[in-house]
């Protein structure tokens, strides 16, 4: 299923949620935005649109990467010598070879790698989760862990630490409920989905 189409789910789900709490306005947007934004996560296995709002720009990491190690190198010509010299122009040019092998499932783990340090920096412990989601899920086969139940789990722990962190009333519920609503659209439920989700991995790999 398409972003977009997760994305309208997510929101009607989180709507919903907040309806059946008897939400006040403020906590009924809060509520819809987290869960439109949970339901595209599972697919951050696949580059779809929220891992291509999530990855900083291809180009701009590349051309700026080619950028770095020409700059080393050109240092280490002016200004370094003897055996430091030949380590500065091995670095830069590691680093320009480096800008070519670059693609997204590699910025994918970058990303989550920078995540995971501003979590610990600013001892968050859902941001912290959020680096290693992001990272595991750069490995992962799409449809595979990230849209089973142990994913759906591991969100929901993720965003009892989000709801306590940020104080944000609700968003635990909307954010579970969003996730959830991806794996529900993504299953055999409806017969456009043929290939469906393997939700009880890693012990039954059947599709559902
Ligand atoms: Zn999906």
Redesign the pocket.
């Known amino acids: 299923?398409k972003g977009i189409t997760?994305l309208l789910i997510g929101a009607g789900t989180g709507f919903a949620s907040a309806t059946a709490l008897n939400a006040e306005g403020a906590v009924t947007v809060t509520m819809t935005c987290t869960a439109a934004v949970a339901a595209l996560v599972?697919?951050l296995d696949?580059g779809g649109i929220l891992s291509n709002r999530i990855t900083f720009s291809h180009k701009a990491i590349r051309n700026i990467t080619i950028f770095i190690g020409l700059l080393l190198i050109l240092y280490s010509m002016w200004n370094l010598f003897g055996q430091d010299r030949y380590i500065g122009l091995a670095i830069g040019a590691g680093i320009m070879v480096l800008s070519r092998v670059i693609n997204k499932k590699f910025m994918l783990l970058i990303t989550g790698i920078a995540v995971l340090l501003t979590g610990l920096y600013t001892g968050h412990t859902w941001v912290v989760m959020s680096g290693c989601y992001i990272g595991i899920a750069s490995f992962l086969a799409h449809?595979s862990y990230t849209?089973s139940l142990i994913g759906l789990i591991y969100f929901y722990i993720l965003m009892t630490f989000f709801e306590q962190e940020t104080a944000l009333f609700g968003t635990q519920l909307a954010g579970t409920a969003g996730y959830a609503s991806?794996l529900l659209a993504?299953s055999r439920i409806f017969p456009v989905n043929k290939k469906g989700?393997k939700l009880l991995l890693p012990i039954i790999k059947k599709d559902f």
């Open positions: 299923m997760h599972p697919d696949t449809r849209h991806h993504d989700v």
